[in-house]
């Protein structure tokens, strides 16, 4: 309580060996990703002893398109927006991100998803496109699937001396189908609920699997097997009714926060989950 | 007023859209010190000693100051609510800097002074104080239990006004109605938030031996002379420069501790010391927490007879802005704008372990609105009459006014027809058609909702610093410029271009060769600055009645030198004319320069008076009570009709508006685009009243709106393209025919939106609640679920 008024460290280092070294010698420093942290810490609370400014290390910014598709770190919501290699599912959740083109210019793929804030976007579109985390120290690399890497809520499976430095996307067989569903309170709010469903169907068109991963309204994202009928192209009431009530069984805590607590959680959580699947499916955009 | 109405462009437009305004915290003094505030974590605590030792030895901190050292220094601030209303002897006084008791969470303790922000920050959260917390009274009831810990000495009971409004014997009409119906509205709290917060930068010239306040602030004269009295300089030593708002909207009258806190501190150290609030600061603030019953009686046909309501306000930790004053306002605006003879209202001003209240937009009368508009919602459900037609049938006809009722003199309109002309421009049928062919089943429904919202504009509040009348000095010189200097401040809304084109008209110039100046007490008269929508209603009127004085002292002058007749002579575009023979002419430059250089000397030409100032006040007041105890504090009664859509998706609770239609008569109009942009405005208020706006607290009374994620504000995509109409129904009671143009929409706006979510879902008799948060939403519609398995 009574420690000494210090200045915020802050380091922007050329390589990748620099940074990697300097979150080994320096246990205090934060990452800047987009700088949701240095806000907050320009409020006066957390203070941050140091900070880390990734943007002068070379490709960590890039999207590479080869069997997976491999993001940057530092790949802003911008970039998910305009580059043609973008997943087309990331781009899709980058243009719902909230705040105008400040916050889609800063804010990284990488920052959101090392932030690790349940009600965000990023988490659950990661986990549902079964993403790899890159992940660096100073002795070498690492690779956490996407669904161990959101540990609890604002923690991650990244160690001391770490750093998230690429995101790998496998790509999806040309059958697989998405749906995105996302609610929130206003223009202004943070996700309430956010839902990726991906319906994986055979050469004849019959459904082989399907699975709806919950976002925001939930500690950390979960992806839910679904088990719909084969010939399914649309959602009736009662398909709904099931979906939710799977999404129901499933989820064993809800999030709650400012704006929604778990009560209102578990309520709309499973009716976003099943608008996602319907989004999925060939006439399931209902009005 | 021929030939002045106009949609002249925005005499400061191009510096707003240039970002090359200079606001407040754009200003940091060479060798600035800067405050931060030590706040209580506690809502409700008694405090012992404050020890700022380790706070002092930090490098770079200039100064603490607690409240017991603060006593001895700076006076009080006092409130001025009426004693009639407030049953205490004389005014009700607050410390600075508390002595005793805690107030509410964020309620300052000690001020600390250092050579930056972050230093000063860090040292007050060094600053230990001895707090012995003890429960928090957050809510009215808590606060007015028997044994309720008094929050100020001289009001035990905690309740800081109480009124009754009475019109007829609302009692034996409503006993004698056909059809009672019942009902409640909750309004949560929620504030004005303009995006900039309040702040103030002080200096001590040693020179002049004056103290320069620059302040966010809508009354510079106000505050100060709340400043001289405070820091026991004489007013005419004290200079207070208002620049540019960002938005004010009733949050920045003076009343609270850091303003006059800044300034002692800036006198003690003789250095500039400068505060700018922060984001979670200007959350502790509020301005509305409302509840609300009532009874209204009607016939059959829905012709409504009585209405009884019992109103209470919340109005948080006592503090002196005109902020707490708003639920006698809200009291005395019932019925509105409705043929109502029997009327009660009880209302209720109650301090709690809430932040203060400072004003905002609405003042009170939004409150008023979203209680009578729910009640003939009421009245519509229950007789399966339109809701629309139940207006109709109840609003008062233009052949009615002006109508006098116990509280107001509503001047002139015509209710019906802006009903109609919302009605249309909202494509009402074609809404409701839809409606009906809409299946029940979908999982977004469709809602209709239809508001009469009336505001009370221009408030004389005499005996206190928010008075009706304003003082305006209209100055010619030889570029043929007019200068205006007036004592109404401009929060951001435009009223200096609307002075400028009053002027410009008057004397014949271009508006672009006036010059107003407003926001400076060393060059403006006094006045009360900006609130009430009364700017140009008021400071408008009086520069343009200098300007007509001057323009006749210049047709006279033109008149000599042209050898013509007075009334010979006209004015446009600069010039003075012979109207026989336009060639003969003078421009308005060298004519001042003639006045100036042979004015009383040249026979024939008056004396060089080329400066004119006039005071000016509308009537329709009655602002001291009169014999049988009537006071009217309000001149003019602006109006406006509000028509809206919703789309409620009933498996979220989420609402989307979907239209929303607005017509608004607020007198004689000076610039249309000004007025629009005004109701534009106070419908996104309304909208964020109805649907998103609320502060709420911890159980142990600590904030948890303390930021905009945490505080939702509307944006421009959660509004529809606005459809919004004009109607001109001059006040007879004003020098230019204006009323109020800045609050209507606020509460009308709100309020159909709220009816409309209520016919989406198909609302009886449950509660109204807002904001209507999905949570909310959906509870209402659960209740009657649960009602209809029965």
Redesign the interface.
């Known amino acids: 309580m009574t420690q000494a008024f210090t200045r915020t460290r802050y380091h922007a280092p050329a390589t990748l060996g620099e940074a990697l070294a300097l979150l080994t010698d320096d246990p205090d420093v934060t990452v800047i990703g987009g700088g949701t942290i240095v806000m907050a810490a320009s409020a006066g609370v957390p203070r941050t002893a140091a900070l880390l400014d990734l943007h002068r290390i070379p490709g960590l910014a890039e999207i590479q398109q080869g069997v997976t598709t491999t993001l940057g770190a530092t790949t802003t919501y911008t970039r998910l927006l305009t580059a043609p290699a973008a997943p087309p599912l990331l781009r899709r959740i980058a243009g719902g991100i909230t705040g105008g083109p400040q916050i889609r210019n800063q804010g990284t793929i990488g920052g959101s998803a090392c932030y690790a804030n349940p009600a965000s976007d990023i988490p659950a579109g990661l986990v549902a496109l079964d993403a790899t985390m890159v992940v660096d120290r100073q002795e070498g690399q690492r690779r956490v699937p996407a669904r161990d890497f959101f540990a609890e809520p604002f923690r991650t499976d990244l160690q001391a001396g770490e750093l998230l430095t690429a995101i790998e996307i496998p790509t999806p067989p040309p059958a697989t189908r998405w749906g995105h569903a996302k609610l929130k309170h206003g223009e202004s709010s943070w996700p309430i609920a956010v839902a990726v469903a991906r319906i994986d169907r055979r050469p004849d068109g019959r459904i082989a699997s399907a699975s709806v991963t919950l976002g925001a309204a939930v500690p950390t994202p979960l992806t839910i097997a679904l088990d719909l009928p084969e010939h399914l192209t649309e959602l009736d009431r009662d398909h709904r009714r099931l979906i939710a009530a799977a999404v129901d069984r499933a989820v064993e805590q809800w999030w709650s926060d400012a704006l929604a607590d778990d009560v209102h959680r578990r309520r709309v959580g499973p009716v976003i989950a099943a608008r996602a699947v319907a989004a999925a499916l060939p006439n399931g955009h209902r009005t | 007023m021929d030939g002045v109405r106009s949609v002249a462009p925005r005499l400061d437009g191009d510096r707003y859209v240039r970002g090359s305004t200079r606001y407040l915290d754009d200003v940091i003094p060479p060798g600035c010190l800067h405050v931060a505030f030590v706040r209580s974590p506690h809502a409700h605590a008694l405090i012992g000693a404050v020890d700022a030792t380790?706070a002092l030895a930090?490098?770079?901190v200039r100064a603490v100051l607690d409240g017991v050292t603060a006593q001895e220094l700076i006076g009080d601030l006092v409130c001025l609510l009426p004693e009639a209303l407030t049953g205490a002897t004389g005014p009700l006084t607050l410390p600075c800097l508390p002595v005793e008791r805690i107030r509410y969470a964020g309620e300052p303790v000690a001020v600390v002074v250092a050579d930056t922000e972050?230093?000063a920050?860090?040292?007050a959260?060094?600053v230990e104080v001895d707090y012995r917390p003890l429960p928090p009274m957050m809510d009215v009831e808590a606060a007015t239990m028997p044994d309720a810990a008094p929050q100020h000495p001289q009001l035990p009971g905690n309740v800081l006004m109480a009124g009754v409004v009475r019109d007829g014997d609302a009692g034996a009409t409503l006993q004698r109605a056909p059809h009672i119906v019942e009902g409640e509205v909750r309004i949560e709290r929620s504030s004005a938030v303009p995006l900039e917060p309040r702040g103030c930068i002080a200096t001590w010239d040693a020179a002049e031996h004056r103290l320069l306040v620059r302040a966010a602030t809508q009354q510079p004269h106000g505050l100060r002379a709340d400043l001289a009295r405070q820091l026991r300089l004489p007013e005419s030593d004290v200079h207070v420069i208002a620049p540019p708002l960002g938005g004010a909207f009733g949050f920045k009258f003076p009343g609270l501790p850091e303003e006059p806190l800044t300034c002692l501190m800036a006198l003690r150290l003789r250095r500039p010391v400068r505060w700018v609030e922060?984001?979670?600061e200007s959350l502790l603030i509020g301005a509305r927490d409302y509840h609300a019953t009532y009874q209204i009686g009607c016939d059959d046909t829905g012709r409504v007879s009585a209405v009884s309501v019992e109103l209470n306000a919340d109005v948080g930790a006592l503090c002196a802005t005109p902020g707490p004053i708003m639920p006698a306002v809200a009291g005395s605006t019932f019925p509105t704008g409705y043929d109502i003879a029997d009327v009660e209202v009880r209302w209720r001003a109650v301090m709690t372990n809430k932040g203060p209240w400072n004003g905002a937009r609405g003042f009170g009368k939004e409150a008023t609105c979203l209680v009578m508009e729910s009640a003939l919602d009421d009245v519509a459900r229950r007789l399966r009459l339109d809701p629309a037609e139940v207006r109709r049938r109840n609003l008062l006809r233009s052949d009615q006014l002006p109508h006098r009722t116990s509280t107001m003199t509503l001047d002139s309109g015509d209710y019906p027809r802006a009903l109609d002309m919302a009605l249309q421009l909202a494509d009402y049928h074609e809404l409701r058609a839809r409606q009906r062919d809409r299946q029940s089943?979908?999982?977004?429904r469709l809602g209709v909702g239809v508001a009469f919202e009336l505001t009370p504009e221009g408030i004389d509040y005499a005996g206190s610093l928010s008075r009706g009348f304003e003082t305006a000095t209209v100055r010619l010189d030889t570029s043929g410029h007019a200068t205006v200097l007036t004592g109404v401040t401009s929060p951001g809304t435009g009223s200096e271009t609307a002075i400028a084109q009053l002027v410009a008209a008057q004397l014949g110039l271009p508006v672009a060769s006036v010059r107003v100046v407003q926001g400076d007490t060393d060059r403006t008269p006094y006045g009360s600055g900006s609130f009430s929508s009364r700017a140009v209603m008021t400071g408008g009127a009086a520069a343009w009645l200098a300007a007509k004085d001057l323009r006749a002292h210049l047709a006279g002058a033109a008149a000599t030198l042209l050898h013509a007749s007075s009334d010979q002579i006209d004015a446009a575009d600069g010039f003075y004319r012979v109207v026989t023979d336009p060639a003969r002419m003078i421009p308005v430059g060298p004519l001042v320069n003639a006045l100036r250089t042979l004015g009383a000397a040249l026979p024939g030409l008056g004396a060089p008076h080329l400066e004119v100032t006039r005071t000016y006040g509308p009537q329709n007041l009655q602002s001291i009570p009169d014999e049988s105890g009537r006071l009217q504090q309000y001149p003019t009664y602006s109006y406006s009709v509000h028509v809206a859509a919703v789309e409620v998706d009933v498996?979220?609770?989420?609402t989307r508006v979907e239209r929303l239609a607005a017509v608004h008569d607020c007198g004689t109009v000076i610039n249309p685009a000004l007025v629009d942009a005004q109701l534009h405005g106070a419908i996104a208020m309304g909208m964020g009243l109805a649907?998103?706006e609320e502060e709420?607290y911890a159980l142990s009374g600590a904030p948890?709106?303390t930021?905009?994620?945490?505080y939702?504000?509307?944006?421009?995509?959660?509004l529809p393209r606005l459809r919004t109409g004009q109607l001109v129904s001059p006040s007879p009671f004003t020098e230019l025919g204006t009323k109020g143009a800045g609050e209507g929409g606020v509460g009308g706006s709100a309020a159909a939106i709220i009816g409309a979510v209520r016919d989406a879902i198909g609302s009886t008799n449950s509660p109204v609640h807002v904001p209507l948060?999905?949570?909310r939403v959906?509870a209402d519609l659960d209740s009657r679920l649960v009602g209809a398995t029965r």
């Open positions: 380790s930090e490098e770079g972050s230093v920050r860090h040292a959260a060094l922060t984001r979670a089943e979908q999982v977004t498996e979220t609770g989420t649907l998103f709420r948890l709106s930021d905009f994620k945490r939702l504000l509307p944006r421009l995509p959660d948060t999905p949570a959906l």
